[in-house]
């Protein structure tokens, strides 16, 4: 399970900080398809990075942390941000955004499957190493040929799938995936999401996909949440917020999806997201929100808190529902 | 027969690539014959997946590359008809707009030098004052207007402003085609749907037709009138755009149709994606063949002619999903 207290996260710059990631405050369960959705520049990828501890400079955590904790072949085990590093690959691991293009691209597939993947026992050669990546690689309907080619031999669709079987290989407890499909056509991001899908199957850990592509989200995700300048406004299970969406801007987005067999007119969102460098105070969606008051321009941002069992939001005129 | 504003028949477009000795061809537009009537704007849209010849058709539109085989006619100018091409009339009449509005334009420029540039060197205006009043209109039309655009420079707009910016520029001219090459895929998705109404407003308007290149099959069900399929340099179908996504008349089409991931309607597990090979370029048979699940020998031996399946729609398939009417 992640857990995610309270974190604050922004970059620093000799212009000031720039608060990327502010009070996100909510779980990944076990067992679950986690999605985050959002514009550009709402510090999806910031929030990613912070789960899997690449905090280096100018990123830095200002407030709370992240915890890591689950249990592998039967032995529990706890991380906090700071040691998450201990655990990567075998509890947590992370498909970066543009797959395709983190391999190198002179190197052979399988020197890279070598550099990454530890033996399982001293006495282990490279040969019996790779026969298990090949193995697992056929399960993944991949051709292990794959492994002896250079990825510039390989399609974009190709590189992604073994980036993706270099992740998952070591089973981890967490997979996070940074736009898996972006760059890639419609019927190759069909075929990764549905492997994706399948490996979270098999091995029921937890799948975390950022993706700004609400078309995909819908697809593949158990919950989701949806980030807009920096903090979560809505969160639940993915379904209930296509079907009816709480937060104002939530409403707008997804009243805004063009969708195939659908020709009534849509409308976008007017304005744009705030600057991160000096956000106004209060509510951060006020400037494009049809229902703003003075309230929502000058008080503090409203709380992220539960609105129906399973539901969070933040906003100041939705009230917590009493069953 | 109408008048066509623009007619693309037999087009064939060829690549060569690699060295001396792994020298290999790549047909990347093959036989492509498309057109649009005068007189009536509409919007057509080229969807297919990358590498199948979208931009290599659109550039040749607009003159960056010469056609190999067949030919383009504008308004009844051939293009390879030297002497009736005039590039200052040609500017005039097509104008593209790109991809990615952040390369799109430089740094180093304030954005208003663009629009003045088109203004002043095309000849439309004479003055500077002239040119501030038809620039003013412009931009009005597209949501923004002369006072906030003067003197900034490209950071100090988001992807939805600039890509607005870049049509506002487009339209000065007053053109009769618009080359939109994927204009919305850098954009986010609540911005998106503002910039795809524009193109419907702007077309009335402006009385422009827009050819609108995007693997977005969503937006481009909500925008279009015709929608074309290519595929592997091909065109494979051609129709209005309800009817073919409704109905897909090509296999290819049908797949790709199930492979958006649309809101409402949840995908059906583990149906076989056959990946995309190389070689399909240079297939003589149906390119499509191979990872066609209703192929046959014939499909296997020859290439399929165009088949037309009347109201207006046609495709290159032995076995056409949808009957002729």
């Known amino acids: 399970m992640l857990k995610i207290d309270h974190l604050s996260a922004s970059y620093k710059t000799i212009d000031g900080n720039i608060h990327v990631v502010k009070d996100c405050n909510f779980e990944i369960r076990d067992n679950e398809i986690f999605g985050i959705a959002g514009e550009s520049g709402c510090g999806k990828s910031t929030l990613l990075k912070t789960l899997y501890d690449i905090i280096e400079f100018p990123l830095e955590i200002d407030e709370g942390k992240v915890i890591l904790s689950g249990t592998k072949n039967g032995q529990d085990f706890r991380f906090e941000s700071g040691e998450i590093r201990k655990s990567w690959w075998n509890q947590i691991s992370y498909v970066p955004q543009a797959a395709q293009s983190v391999l190198n691209p002179i190197v052979r597939l399988k020197d890279q499957f070598l550099d990454s993947i530890p033996k399982?026992?001293?006495?282990?050669?490279?040969?019996?190493?790779?026969?298990?990546?090949?193995?697992?690689?056929?399960?993944?309907?991949?051709?292990?040929?794959?492994?002896?080619?250079?990825?510039?031999?390989?399609?974009?669709?190709m590189r992604q799938r073994a980036v993706i079987a270099l992740a998952t290989f070591m089973s981890p407890n967490v997979v996070l995936a940074d736009e898996p499909t972006t760059a890639l056509d419609v019927v190759v991001q069909r075929g990764i999401l549905m492997m994706l899908m399948d490996l979270q199957k098999q091995f029921k850990n937890t799948l975390v996909i950022v993706s700004h592509d609400m078309g995909v989200h819908y697809q593949i995700t158990d919950r989701m949440g949806i980030m807009y300048s920096g903090s979560f406004v809505e969160l639940g299970p993915t379904e209930d917020i296509f079907e009816d969406p709480i937060h104002p801007y939530t409403k707008m987005l997804i009243g805004a999806l063009p969708r195939v067999g659908d020709k009534s007119q849509?409308?976008?969102?007017?304005?744009?997201?705030?600057?991160?460098?000096?956000?106004?105070p209060g509510c951060r969606f006020a400037a494009r929100c049809p229902k703003a008051t003075d309230k929502c321009r000058q008080d503090p941002a409203p709380e992220f808190r539960e609105i129906r069992p399973g539901r969070f939001a933040a906003c100041h005129y939705l009230e917590p529902e009493v069953n | 027969m109408a008048e066509k504003l623009l007619e693309i028949n037999h087009v064939s477009k060829e690549f060569r690539i690699g060295g001396m000795l792994s020298r290999k061809k790549i047909l990347a537009t093959d036989d492509v014959s498309l057109s649009i009537d005068a007189g009536k704007p509409v919007i057509l849209s080229i969807v297919g997946e990358s590498g199948c010849g979208k931009s290599t058709l659109c550039k040749m539109i607009l003159r960056l590359y010469v056609a190999d085989k067949g030919k383009i006619t504008l308004l009844g100018h051939d293009y390879a008809d030297k002497k009736s091409y005039d590039p200052h009339q040609f500017?005039?009449?097509?104008?593209?707009?790109?991809?990615?509005?952040?390369?799109?334009?430089?740094?180093?420029?304030?954005?208003?030098?663009?629009?003045?540039?088109?203004?002043?060197?095309?000849?439309?205006?004479?003055?500077r004052a002239e040119a501030d009043k038809l620039i003013d209109e412009t931009l009005h039309n597209v949501g923004m207007s002369l006072q906030v655009v003067k003197g900034k420079y490209m950071t100090q707009f988001s992807g939805g402003e600039l890509q607005r910016i870049s049509i506002a520029r487009a339209l000065l001219t007053r053109p009769k085609l618009i080359i939109a090459d994927e204009p919305v895929a850098a954009i986010d998705a609540s911005m998106k749907m503002n910039i795809v109404n524009l193109?419907?407003?702007?077309?009335?308007?402006?009385?422009?037709?827009?050819?609108?290149?995007?693997h977005d099959l969503s937006t481009a069900y909500y925008v279009s009138d015709y929608i074309a399929?290519?595929?592997?340099?091909?065109?494979?179908?051609?129709?209005?755009?309800?009817?073919?996504?409704?109905?897909?008349?090509?296999?290819?089409?049908?797949?790709?149709?199930?492979?958006?991931?649309?809101?409402?309607?949840?995908?059906?597990?583990?149906?076989?994606?056959?990946?995309?090979?190389?070689?399909?370029?240079?297939?003589?048979?149906?390119?499509?063949?191979?990872r066609c699940p209703y192929a046959t020998d014939e499909c296997r031996k020859d290439r399929p002619a165009e088949t037309d399946l009347g109201n207006e729609r046609m495709v290159r398939c032995f076995h056409p999903l949808v009957k002729k009417t």
Request: with cysteine.
């Open chain 1, 120 to 157: 399982e026992s001293k006495e282990e050669t490279p040969q019996q190493t790779l026969a298990r990546v090949a193995k697992y690689m056929e399960g993944l309907n991949l051709s292990p040929d794959v492994l002896d080619a250079y990825p510039f031999q390989l399609s974009g669709g």
């Open chain 1, 266 to 280: 849509k409308v976008g969102i007017p304005g744009r997201p705030p600057a991160l460098k000096n956000p106004p």
């Open chain 2, 91 to 127: 500017r005039l009449d097509v104008q593209p707009i790109f991809q990615n509005p952040f390369e799109t334009f430089s740094m180093r420029k304030t954005v208003d030098t663009y629009l003045y540039n088109t203004a002043l060197r095309l000849g439309i205006c004479k003055t």
């Open chain 2, 199 to 214: 193109f419907k407003d702007l077309k009335e308007q402006y009385q422009v037709s827009f050819i609108y290149i995007t």
């Open chain 2, 229 to 290: 399929t290519l595929y592997r340099g091909g065109l494979i179908e051609y129709g209005p755009a309800k009817e073919l996504m409704d109905e897909p008349a090509h296999p290819y089409t049908e797949l790709l149709m199930s492979a958006v991931p649309r809101v409402g309607d949840k995908w059906k597990e583990n149906t076989a994606m056959p990946d995309m090979e190389n070689k399909e370029f240079a297939l003589t048979c149906c390119k499509f063949a191979p």
